[in-house]
């Protein structure tokens, strides 16, 4: 299985300030479509996953411009602008190219 | 706007069965494919099974011959049939729409304890 390596796993953030986590997976995430699937994931406390990032740079539907997503290959990144008192959860990357699909660990966001 | 709703958990013996259902709306159910994910307390998500809009299924190792997926695109709901269950098998179980994880319903918890 693909393994997926985030970090830091905490990240004590002051509001307003940026933040960045680290994913990286232990092969390469490039389809044979030419498409690389690495997701990011919101959990806020209490809730289900929501996902924030497709295709690695790909904001969904009615997420907010301060969150960003980076990298290629096995190196992803994933950027909050500036962080506000909502992005408080954990956030996972996720590979969608091979199955069975794998998740990080898990990078736990809160404020400072 | 899509949505996902399960049900069917609940509290079984180890080496019992269950079988969770999943109600879908607000997409063209028969073009996506549909995929379990289940959360341990305190852990993080994992990707159980999933079946394509054709039919084809996939399975982490850890449950291949306990469980079975399957869908019917007449009531636009997805299945997930769970045989042998053991301890481990705790937790909620998400649906989501497609493999990539586009919208995730709101879970159902399945304890396996005796």
């Known amino acids: 299985d693909v393994v997926m390596t985030q970090s830091p796993l905490s990240l004590p953030v002051t509001l307003g300030q940026p933040a960045s986590i680290s994913c990286r997976s232990s092969q390469s995430l490039v389809y044979s479509d030419g498409n690389t699937y690495l997701n990011w994931f919101q959990q806020r406390p209490g809730q289900s996953p929501r996902r924030l990032i497709y295709?690695?740079?790909n904001r969904d539907s009615g997420v907010p411009d301060r969150f960003s997503g980076s990298g290629s290959g096995t190196d992803f990144t994933l950027k909050i602008s500036r962080v506000e008192a909502e992005d408080v959860g954990i956030y996972y990357c996720m590979q969608g190219t091979h199955w069975p699909r794998t998740f990080g660990q898990g990078t736990k966001v809160e404020i400072k | 706007e899509v949505q996902l709703f399960e049900s069917g958990g609940g509290l079984v013996q180890p080496g019992g069965s269950l079988r969770l259902s999943c109600a879908a709306s607000?997409?063209?159910?028969?073009?996506?494919?549909m995929s379990w994910v289940r959360q341990a307390p305190g852990k993080g998500p994992e990707w159980v099974s999933a079946i394509s809009g054709s039919g084809n299924t996939y399975f982490v190792d850890s449950v291949k011959g306990r469980f079975t997926i399957s869908r019917d695109n007449s009531k636009n709901t997805v299945h997930l049939q769970m045989n042998s269950l053991r301890v481990e098998d705790t937790a909620v179980y998400y649906c989501?729409?497609?493999?990539?994880?586009?919208?995730w319903g709101q879970g159902t918890l399945v304890t396996v304890s005796s």
């Open positions: 989501a729409k497609s493999m990539q994880g586009d919208s």
């Open positions: 295709k690695v740079s």
């Open positions: 607000g997409f063209t159910f028969s073009s996506y494919a």
